[in-house]
Nanobody
Framework: QLQASGGGLVQAGGSLRLSCAAS????????IGWFRQAPGKEREFVAA????????YYSDSAKGRFTISRPNAKNTVYLQMDSLKPEDTAAYYC???????????????WGQGTQVTVSS
C-alpha cells in the first residue's frame, strides 16, 4: 500500500513537498517513481529513485527544480518541488517497481493521486 500526500494550491514560484509512504517492511527493496497526469494528457514521468544506491532520476522538466529523496530507516520517499510553474499543475502519483523506469507501465504498485495546483 502506497499513500501519497502533500499536494495543494500554491502560487507560481512556490514550493511543495510530496510524500509517498508505505506500510510494507520491504519498501526499501523497491524503486519509487513519481508520475503526474493533467486532465486530457498522458501520465508522465517526473522523478524516480533506485532501491539500492538511492540514485535519483529526473525528467527534463523536473531537473534543477525537484528533488527526490528516501531517508534511511523511513518508509517514505519525498519529492521536494521548488520554483513551481502553472504547467506543473496535475495529479501526482507515486509508484513502486523493481527498478527505475521512466514509463508508468513498469511499476506494479500505485498510491492514490495527490493534486498539485499552481496558480499564475
Amino acid at each position: 500500500q502506497l499513500q501519497a500526500s502533500g499536494g495543494g494550491l500554491v502560487q507560481a514560484g512556490g514550493s511543495l513537498r510530496l510524500s509517498c509512504a508505505a506500510s510494507v517492511r520491504t519498501f526499501s527493496n523497491y524503486a519509487i517513481g513519481w508520475f503526474r497526469q493533467a486532465p486530457g494528457k498522458e501520465r508522465e514521468f517526473v522523478a524516480a529513485i533506485s532501491s539500492s544506491s538511492g540514485n535519483p532520476y529526473y525528467s527534463d522538466s523536473a531537473k534543477g527544480r525537484f528533488t527526490i529523496s528516501r531517508p534511511n530507516a523511513k518508509n517514505t520517499v519525498y519529492l521536494q518541488m521548488d520554483s513551481l510553474k502553472p504547467e506543473d499543475t496535475a495529479a501526482y502519483y507515486c509508484a513502486a517497481g523493481s527498478s527505475v523506469r521512466t514509463h508508468w507501465s513498469f511499476y506494479n504498485y500505485w498510491g492514490q493521486g495527490t493534486q498539485v495546483t499552481v496558480s499564475s
